[in-house]
């Protein structure tokens, strides 16, 4: 079975610092890779997705940026957080083709302060 | 640009009571719809997955419809439990030639309560 881990669970950050979440996805090769935000008070917002390695598609403009290193490797960065980086975020991942499902990792919780 | 719009925002029910939870989507032309129940500091948890061919999907007590002419689905939830309590979700996958990348579009979520 597949099985997406993501770390750290809770994060607490001063502005300006470096970030760094990291998703992995077990039991699955080659998914595509996605990472949201959930910010208080409003829906999930995607932020990155990825077909492949090295393969990054922004969906936002913003101060984060995102990086595939392997095939089942996610990872979430920033080299200066802002206080509006705060919330909720999770990885997802799905298989490829056809209609399949997508399945969301147990989220980072990052407070910028 | 696709929008989903979930109502009631918050629905609060006893014990027992079955309900409908709505989700209304701006364009038809969806790939499929996702609903996801989403407890206190967890993740999604994938509930149902209604391609756009389908008319309904079940599993359990949950059973979800789509009406895609109309840009509507429904999640039915039969003799509701204390536990189904959470947020619900449902999402859109945009596009009908399977070119979106499987890129949902959500909505901002019903949060249910079941009291006993």
């Known amino acids: 079975s597949q099985t997406i881990h993501q770390w750290p669970a809770t994060l607490v950050q001063p502005v300006g610092s470096p970030l760094s979440l990291e998703c992995t996805v077990e039991?699955?090769?080659?998914?595509?890779l996605y990472w949201y935000r959930q910010a208080a008070g409003r829906g999930l917002q995607l932020l990155f997705y990825s077909v492949g390695i090295g393969q990054i598609s922004s969906e936002v403009p913003q101060n984060l940026s995102a990086s595939r290193p392997q095939d089942r490797q996610f990872i979430l960065s920033s080299k200066k957080l802002l206080l509006s980086d705060s919330g909720f975020y999770l990885c997802?991942?799905?298989?490829?083709?056809?209609?399949?499902?997508?399945?969301f990792g147990p989220g980072t919780r990052l407070t910028v302060l | 640009k696709q929008e989903v719009t979930q109502i009631p925002a918050a629905l609060s029910v006893p014990e027992g009571e079955n309900l409908v939870l709505n989700c209304s989507f701006t364009d038809s032309a969806i790939y499929n719809l996702q609903w996801f129940r989403q407890d206190p500091g967890k993740g999604l948890t994938s509930l149902l997955l209604?391609?756009?061919?389908?008319r309904e999907q079940t599993s359990g007590r949950l059973n979800a419809s789509l009406d895609k002419s109309s840009g509507r689905s429904t999640l039915y939830i039969a003799a509701s439990q204390p536990g189904d309590s959470a947020t619900y979700l449902c999402?859109?996958?945009?596009?009908?030639?399977?070119?979106?990348?499987?890129?949902?579009?959500f909505g901002q979520g019903t949060i249910l309560t079941v009291h006993p």
């Open positions: 039991g699955t090769s080659n998914p595509n």
């Open positions: 997802a991942w799905r298989r490829r083709g056809g209609y399949n499902e997508q399945f």
């Open positions: 999402a859109v996958r945009p596009g009908a030639g399977g070119t979106s990348y499987g890129k949902l579009t």
């Open positions: 209604i391609q756009s061919s389908q």
